[in-house]
T-cell receptor, first 117, second 111 residues
């Protein structure tokens, strides 16, 4: 149980275009989903916290107009990278917390590798 | 803001040797979690520690939470090639649901 999927698993896009990444909790309802970015050989940096039905909370230094997050249901959150640039190339990973809250455990998706050319 | 550092950054060991990674937070934590990320994979939850001084074991892995709840360690006894990967700690401060990931320790095991 507690499976989180992400789609797509990898994407290549041209500079200036937008890319949408989906994060789904497959067998549980997620009160909260988190979006992380991971550059090669580096740690996971929290970008934003997404709560179902409300606006996302962004971490300091993360542009909310560039990284649009929508959490329309208890099983789906989306991250849209708008007007992507090569420096946005990274590994984007989502995680989800189960509802009701039990142990604060997060379940991670497999990640999406974005390459902007 | 809260910072979580891990040492060492890299560790190469011979198969059968022990390995330890240390995690230090700039602030007191409510709880700490440990994850393992294989090359090319996503983080996989290993364990959660909540109580001051808590020690938990999973087969060859021993996890410890410091008395002051600001540091933690992961010790692997008799490493195997399957232990290869990056080990991250992630700490949660009080009053927040957010976890801040440590800098990670990359383990290589030489057969």
């Amino acid at each position: 149980g507690a499976v989180v999927s992400q789609h797509p698993s990898w994407v290549i896009c041209k500079s200036g275009t937008s890319v949408k990444i989906e994060c789904r909790s497959l067998d549980f309802q997620a009160t909260t989903m988190f979006w992380y970015r991971q550059f090669p050989k580096q740690s996971l940096m929290l970008m934003a916290t997404s709560n179902e039905g409300s606006k996302a909370t962004y971490e300091q230094g993360v542009e909310k107009d560039k990284f649009l997050i929508n959490h329309a249901s208890l099983t789906l959150s989306t991250l849209t990278v708008t007007s992507a640039h090569p420096e946005d190339s990274s590994f984007y990973i989502c995680s989800a917390r189960e509802r009701p809250i039990t142990s604060y455990e997060q379940y991670f998706g497999p990640g999406t590798r974005l390459t902007v050319t | 803001g809260q910072q979580v550092m891990q040492i060492p950054q890299y560790q190469h060991v011979q198969e059968g040797e022990d390995f330890t990674t240390y995690c230090n937070s700039s602030t007191t934590l409510s709880n700490i979690q440990w994850y393992k990320q294989r090359p090319g994979g996503h983080p996989v939850f290993l364990i959660q520690l909540v109580k001051s001084g808590e020690v938990k074991k999973q087969k060859r892995l021993t996890f410890q939470f410091g008395e002051a709840k600001k540091n933690s360690s992961l010790h692997i006894t008799a490493t195997q090639t399957t232990d290869v990967g990056t080990y991250f700690c992630a700490g949660r401060g009080s009053g927040t649901y957010k976890y801040i990931f440590g800098t990670g320790t990359r383990l290589k095991v030489l057969a």
